[in-house]
């Protein structure tokens, strides 16, 4: 594969292509998906990839990694893509917008290579993962995937449910060009819109300040929002046996809101009385007919 190197914000992009590279790439994984249950893919693996119609594409500072993307061809019996198999960043340059640049360089090495779509699966109570893949690159989800790697540690004795959300990535649509080029909704749409929203998973604040969900109802009308923990980490940390309420809060709102025909279209973090809390936001999908009635109140 021939080497086509970017720059941007201080960072160098390019493919991997040093064994001591993809050996990097290895412990990266390892050391930012320990907590996460989210497998690895070994440094052979990668080096297999980048040799064979994938993309194992790095985020450097001078020969210092500071970020990965590994991508394989994907085939679904109609459609060529990419599958993205991992997306990491360490720690210290996470506020850097590593990842969106990264990605920002993945799609343009895909369409590349002719094709025009990235799919990939992501944790949908990480609120990371879901303003990287929705907010900041216009992906979309389509499906819904229960424990999708089996269960995995969350701390003690509390074992976590893979849950997945997948998502589809066209890389020529309008909107992702807005938003890889930096074009978002702003704070008071979103707040604004927030407030027209029906709530599909209703939470509170325990003695600790951290949010649990207390129910879960169907999305009505034209706008509906799901709220996810604002802080996993906080979450797993202090309160582990709550992870579980929300995991299958969240599971059962995608499941009411999908089989009702409703679309994710953003996610948003918003302020509610000095509190930030995060929200999938949604609206009913233009190919599952009419639109929802609104509850009566």
Not at 72 to 99: F, K, M, N, Q
Request: glycine share 10%.
């Amino acid at each position: 594969m021939a080497e086509t190197p970017g720059r941007s914000g201080g960072f160098a992009f390019r493919p991997l292509k040093k064994p001591e590279e993809f050996r990097n790439a290895e412990e990266l994984q390892r050391a930012t998906l320990a907590d996460e249950g989210a497998p690895t893919v070994a440094a052979p693996l990668l080096r297999a990839i980048q040799d064979n119609g994938g993309l194992v594409l790095g985020a450097f500072v001078d020969i210092y990694l500071a970020g990965v993307t590994a991508s394989s061809i994907g085939w679904d019996g109609t459609t060529l893509y990419h599958e993205l198999l991992a997306t990491v960043v360490r720690p210290e340059y996470r506020g850097h917008r590593v990842g969106s640049r990264l990605m920002a360089f993945e799609r343009d090495e895909v369409l590349r290579l002719g094709l025009g779509e990235v799919r990939w699966e992501f944790d949908p109570l990480q609120r990371a993962a879901a303003s990287l893949s929705i907010r900041r690159l216009g992906a979309r989800p389509d499906r819904y995937l229960p424990d999708y790697f089996g269960q995995a540690p969350a701390g003690g004795a509390t074992r976590d449910e893979t849950d997945r959300l997948h998502v589809r990535w066209e890389l020529g649509a309008a909107e992702v060009e807005r938003r890889v080029g930096g074009s978002f909704p702003r704070p008071e749409d979103d707040l604004g819109r927030h407030g027209r929203s029906s709530p599909i998973v209703r939470t509170e604040a325990g003695e600790l300040g951290l949010r649990a969900p207390t129910a879960v109802e169907e999305p009505t009308g034209p706008s509906a929002s799901l709220e996810i923990p604002f802080d996993l980490t906080a979450i797993r940390a202090h309160e582990p046996r709550s992870i579980r309420r929300w995991r299958h809060a969240v599971r059962d709102g995608f499941r009411a809101a999908f089989d009702l025909g409703y679309a994710v279209d953003d996610f948003a973090v918003v302020t509610l009385e000095h509190e930030r809390r995060a929200f999938y936001l949604l609206a009913p999908s233009p190919a599952a007919g009419p639109e929802p009635p609104t509850a009566s109140r």
